[in-house]
């Protein structure tokens, strides 16, 4: 075999994975339909979310939870046919969003939050994609003084626990940094660590230039079975066949059926999210991504126009469009900036890869040798990617991991 390991998925957690391979001096190939970026990885909000420090857990506070239960929200919305499919997934979420569980996965998912700029930063100047970063933080806005107030009491919390750095803004504050901001949004929280990404897709396809530039190989396939050989593994796709002593599973949402064709059934599910882009009004900017929290969306100013991205839909993956939570947002979007015409007809469609504990699958498979895994990154795919990719590859190489592996390990899930 001349190749050490195929990684399956040109995502940003893939090309990650490959990168932190090759510099190893393994050689590897990615196999993706697609080109590189354009699954999940092709339309998030690209915030690289050094401050999300408590995962996106189900709220307990009654109101929330009859805002989401009327379906009238926009953060979430749900088809009712849909909901008795992912039950225990459902359940096993509300569990792990318990604030004693929740404190724990926090935790255990801190050393990669941690890294997760350094370990971009080091790829951006190696492909030299600084052009693609800005280093400013993002802005939470808030409507109503108790929306501040509550605000401000929690990014102190997490200053103080977690030593984010963070400014609380009044009305005025948040007119100098964002002077376009109309009066809805009274004040917010500057949240000033994470870095955000003007063209997501862009950061994915240029670490994977930057990947072949160094003697990888993509093949552009559609894989359709994985087979385990006397000494690796054969990967079947449309147009024949690959082999390698390793095989790394960086699907994404999809990563689940050819999971289960070797035995591990991973409750895995695709929380579906959509992003549009707009034109500013004449005059109109924004300078920095920015979250309404109270009605859950974001708009972030991107190559393409600002990017309106929505919650959660909890929907089947193969589901037609449904442009109720892109209305929802885009009109109370409009309170807050003059958003102008939308760019593109149709809305973008991407699937988040959830496991109900929050945390992704990072790893060997325990009963198969070769055969690793590095999926289910949810809400935080592209801040955490080339974090994920150097933990593997180090589990891979037989190097000490930078952090405790344990917590990603695929059997808690099974
Ligand atoms: C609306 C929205 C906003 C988001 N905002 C953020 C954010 O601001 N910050 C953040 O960190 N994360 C964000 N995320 C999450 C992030 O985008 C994902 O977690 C991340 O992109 C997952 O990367 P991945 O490489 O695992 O999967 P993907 O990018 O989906 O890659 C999987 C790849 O597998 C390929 N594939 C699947 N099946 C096959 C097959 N049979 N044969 C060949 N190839 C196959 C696909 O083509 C795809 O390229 C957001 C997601 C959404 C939807």
Redesign the pocket.
């Known amino acids: 075999m001349t190749t050490d390991t195929l990684v399956l998925?040109?995502?940003?957690?893939?090309v990650s994975a490959a990168l932190h391979l090759q510099e190893r001096g393994q050689s590897v190939a990615i196999?993706?339909?697609?080109a590189p970026g354009?699954?999940?990885?092709f339309?998030?909000?690209?915030?690289?979310?050094r401050s999300s420090v408590i995962p996106y857990a189900i709220p307990r506070d009654l109101r929330t939870l009859l805002n989401f239960a009327t379906n009238r929200a926009a953060a979430v919305h749900y088809d009712p046919a849909f909901l008795p499919r992912i039950a225990p997934w459902l359940m096993g979420y509300w569990k792990a969003s318990h604030p004693d569980r929740l404190r724990t996965i926090a935790r255990e998912l801190l050393p990669p939050i941690e890294a997760c700029l350094d370990e971009h930063d080091r790829l951006v100047q190696a492909a030299g994609l600084s052009h693609l970063v800005r280093r400013d933080g993002w802005v939470e806005i808030v409507r109503s003084e108790a929306g501040l107030a509550e605000a401000g009491q929690r990014s102190h919390d997490l200053r103080r626990d977690f030593g984010l750095a963070s400014d609380v803004l009044d009305r005025a504050a948040l007119s100098r940094l964002e002077p376009s901001l109309k009066a809805a949004a009274i004040g917010g929280i500057h949240w000033r660590d994470p870095f955000t990404v003007t063209d997501p897709s862009a950061l994915t396809k240029g670490y994977a230039a930057y990947f072949e530039s160094k003697g990888g190989t993509i093949y552009c396939e559609?894989?359709r079975s994985l087979t385990r050989q006397a000494n690796g593994w054969r990967v079947t796709t449309d147009r024949g066949q690959h082999e390698a002593a390793n095989v790394v599973v960086?699907?994404?949402?999809?990563s689940g059926a050819l999971l289960a064709a070797q035995g591990y059934n991973v409750p895995l599910v695709g929380k579906r999210?959509?992003?549009l882009h707009f034109r500013a009004e004449a005059g109109a900017m924004l300078n920095h991504a920015v979250l309404d929290e109270e009605v859950g969306y974001v708009l972030a100013p991107m190559a393409a126009g600002i990017r309106l991205?929505?919650g959660v839909e909890l929907a089947a993956p193969t589901a037609p469009v449904n442009r109720i939570q892109m209305d929802r947002a885009e009109r109370r979007a409009h309170e807050i900036f003059p958003l102008g015409d939308p760019v593109e007809e149709k809305p973008w469609l991407?699937?988040?890869?959830a496991t109900p504990d929050m945390k992704p699958v990072i790893g060997p498979a325990p009963n198969h040798r070769g055969l690793w895994f590095a999926?289910g990154?949810?809400?935080?795919?592209?801040?955490l990617?080339p974090a994920t990719g150097r933990l593997l590859a180090e589990m891979m190489t037989g190097e000490k991991p930078f952090a405790d592996p344990t917590p990603f390990d695929i059997r808690r899930l099974m």
Not at 9 to 14: Q, R, W
Not at 38 to 41: L, V
Request: glycine residues 24%.
């Open positions: 998925g040109a995502g940003i957690v893939g196999i993706d339909r697609s354009e699954g999940a990885s339309g998030n909000a690209g915030l690289l979310e559609t894989i960086a699907l994404g949402a999809h999210g959509y992003h991205t929505t991407g699937l988040r890869p999926f990154h949810a809400h935080h795919g592209l801040t990617g």
